[in-house]
């Protein structure tokens, strides 16, 4: 992979399902053609956002050859691996890398509380069972722990194939220190806060992978777009326009809001995989009430 390629803004896809709680493979295929033409940068599959968690190996697998094969080419798919086992995660990235996936993203074992040679052990040995594959590392604190500028440092510095991270700690002063500690290499440095885009990009980050991609890709595409072109007021005021939206899906659960607003704006993805379920009305009116006032809402 041209790691040119790791910047902008990459999409966590969301997973529309049916009635039954089957992939919706149709609706996937327009999802991602809608995100692609509103300008995204890369596709991540399997990120928080698309329910990973829920799927066994086989819809794992046909998520991910649905999506590639739906893109085919025309921008970067990363897979992310979110699985506890050290054994599980290889599986999934060989997975990905005979689908065809230009890189994976690995998020740190949930449940545990590993100490440092474990968290670097863990993520050198998933990388050098695809070594001719970039892996991105996925920091999210949802975990229930974050991962340490020491361990980033040193897993960037010294495995080959660890070519970037996906922040999502929501602290600045932790992205900006991972930013600090990899300045000498070529380490991308994706946020994962879409309330923190811009301010991601000021310090350093080469891009963002956003949730409200999946509904309003031209916003937060502009957002970046308006950065790189030099115009800093107007990238704050899109950023300014988008944080409002973003902050009213804080008001239902994780991850249904994704899907809720998809929902309000007429995407038709389906409901949330139970044990989740869509948002109460109140909370609902609350979200299209912020889209509207943002103008990004369709009637």
Do not use: W
């Not at 897979?79 to 005979?98: D, F, N, P, Q, V």
């Not at 991270?165 to 220190?177: A, F, M, T």
């Amino acid at each position: 992979m041209d790691l040119n390629l790791l910047q902008g803004i990459y999409v966590p896809i969301l997973t529309p399902m049916d009635e039954n709680e089957n992939v919706d493979i149709e609706k996937l295929k327009k999802q991602v053609n809608f995100v692609i033409d509103g300008g995204v940068s890369g596709i991540l599959a399997h990120g928080s956002n698309s329910e990973f968690y829920m799927f066994d190996d086989e819809d794992y697998e046909l998520i991910t050859k649905t999506i590639v094969d739906e893109v085919n080419g025309r921008v970067p798919v990363i897979m992310g691996i979110g699985a506890i086992r050290t054994s599980k995660c290889i599986k999934l990235a060989k997975m990905g890398e005979k689908i065809g996936v230009d890189g994976v993203a690995l998020l740190q074992p949930m449940f545990l509380k590993p100490t440092e040679e474990e968290l670097y052990l863990h993520y050198k040995t998933v990388a050098e069972s695809i070594e001719e594959l970039p892996l991105l590392i996925y920091n999210n604190p949802r975990i229930g722990y974050t991962l340490s500028a020491d361990l980033v440092e040193k897993l960037a510095k010294n495995v080959k194939n660890i070519v970037g991270i996906k922040d999502s700690s929501g602290d600045i002063n932790q992205l900006l220190e991972f930013i600090r500690r990899t300045r000498d290499i070529e380490f991308k440095i994706f946020g994962g806060k879409d309330t923190l885009l811009f301010s991601s990009l000021t310090v350093g980050a080469v891009g963002g992978v956003c949730t409200a991609a999946n509904i309003f890709p031209e916003l937060v595409t502009s957002i970046y777009n308006k950065y790189k072109e030099g115009d800093l007021k107007e990238s704050l005021e899109l950023q300014f326009k988008l944080n409002p939206v973003r902050l009213s899906m804080d008001k239902a659960s994780f991850p249904v809001a994704t899907k809720d607003m998809a929902n309000i704006n007429k995407m038709n993805v389906g409901e949330p995989i139970k044990p989740s379920l869509s948002s109460k009305k109140t909370v609902v009116d609350f979200m299209a009430e912020k889209m509207t006032e943002a103008g990004q809402i369709k009637r």
